[in-house]
């Protein structure tokens, strides 16, 4: 984002170029409207980031769980699949969906695998994960890790809440 507010302001500094050596007031516009847009850029950013969103509320919450030792680890079980193989699908029971579905709890993805996962997955291993709330990695069509079963887990977490 910032590399798009970043290109933004030199267009302003480039459009402000000619309005300084020509008299033409349409360069000098030109560079106000790209400085507004950069602003509003940097606006949508911080409105995107702001502490109430649903994501930034689900990374606190992991963050909190990790400062207080309530963050569940998952063990490595002895049938982990090779780095090759996609590790198996969790099955989650038709109750768990309904629950996992409304969870905005973090899980990791991978570029072109089909799986989400804890992060504290051992079939991830030091692989570069991105993180999405729960209810949008089902939306996108990820399935569950059968390894750090990340259904079960989020379910009990969320059932064991106050």
Wanted: glycine share 4%; hydrophobic share 50%; proline share 9%.
């Amino acid at each position: 984002m910032l590399f798009v507010v970043l290109l933004l302001v030199l267009a302003a500094l480039g459009l402000l170029v000619p309005a300084l050596t020509t008299s033409d007031t349409i360069w000098a516009w030109s560079s106000v409207g790209a400085s507004v847009l950069a602003a509003l850029v940097l606006v949508w950013d911080w409105w995107r980031r702001r502490p109430g969103d649903p994501a930034a509320v689900a990374q606190s919450v992991d963050q909190h769980a990790v400062a207080d030792d309530q963050q569940v680890v998952v063990p490595a079980p002895a049938d982990t699949p090779p780095a090759d193989q996609e590790p198996p699908e969790e099955d989650t029971d038709a109750a768990d969906l309904l629950v996992v579905a409304d969870l905005v709890d973090e899980v990791r993805v991978l570029d072109e695998r089909p799986r989400y996962h804890l992060s504290s997955c051992s079939w991830l291993a030091g692989r570069p994960a991105l993180g999405l709330p729960v209810q949008e990695a089902r939306q996108l069509g990820f399935t569950p890790c059968g390894v750090c079963t990340p259904d079960g887990v989020l379910v009990r977490k969320s059932r064991s809440a106050p």
